[in-house]
């Protein structure tokens, strides 16, 4: 079915160039027309695929997800090798961090999105803490898991901001999974 | 002088409008006329004070350091007080964090505005670490407060989306402190 193929394609385009507008600007510099432009479409055409800004948006966090869950599932199946997946330290999850920090700042005032969110740090708190149960079975799962994914926030947040680089923010990645005792029990 | 702290009160509620506007609808909502209505004001008398909206948001900048200050200088002494003072647990402090998180979106695109967080951070990681000395001498103090600053950034936004209410933030975070050994050497 190449008409399909084309149809996701030309979605996926769309999506790309609202996630160039978003990483620099922010949901709010996100329209329709913005949009169509920096794809370089028409505005109709945009309108074909998306009938609203919101449907847009909601088609652009589901694609955030997926990237998210593909950054995850081809690494080697290590606590370490996870949390480095999900650092910011080339352009294209830097890009990533720019717009899910874009949705953030919007799911706080959307209970819809916010649910998404919500979603999405289950579904990253679970994988986290199946690796913690098969390589730290002495320590709690959950306890950890969130633990590490807020150290993951902060430290998205400080690289995106060039308080640290990505060696820095490695390195203190690394001091605490050493402190609770993950490397004892998978490689780097 | 009464003029003069007449000025200066105009001007904090000008800077507490600004704030409330920011703190829903980010940096982009935020506008001279804006500000003027929500304040209860005439866009002259915003005008009067801040010639532009650039002035604007820098000293509403000057006024966020301020209340960070102000937020752990009167607290106990300890490395858990700071920590806890940081936390956005009352709605005071979850505004004051909504607002940083504004400005922190703009600043990735802001030298000017990353070169403030950068001192920012710095201040705090500093403090940080001297209370650290104190407690717990045989850690790197700045190290450690490098992970604590991640880790407590990493709590407010958690906090601010919901995935975890005060109590949950402040016990991940006692967590953290017990493992380092803080709480062997301060009072809770």
Redesign the interface.
Known sequence: MPKRVDHDQRRREIVAALWRIAS???L??VSLGEVAVEAGVSKGMVQHYFGSKQEMLRYATGYLRARVEQRISPQPPTLRGLLLALLPVDEDSRTES?VA??F??R???DPAL?AR??EG?TMLRDTLAARITDEIPALDPT?EA??L???????T??L?????NAA?ATA?LD??LV??GAHRNSPP
């Open positions: 620099t600007g922010g709010e510099a720019l920090n874009a953030f700042f799911a706080l005032n916010a969110f919500r740090n306890e969130d633990t994914l807020a150290l993951l926030s902060g430290l947040n400080a995106l901001l060039g308080h640290h820095a203190l001091h605490h402190r609770i």
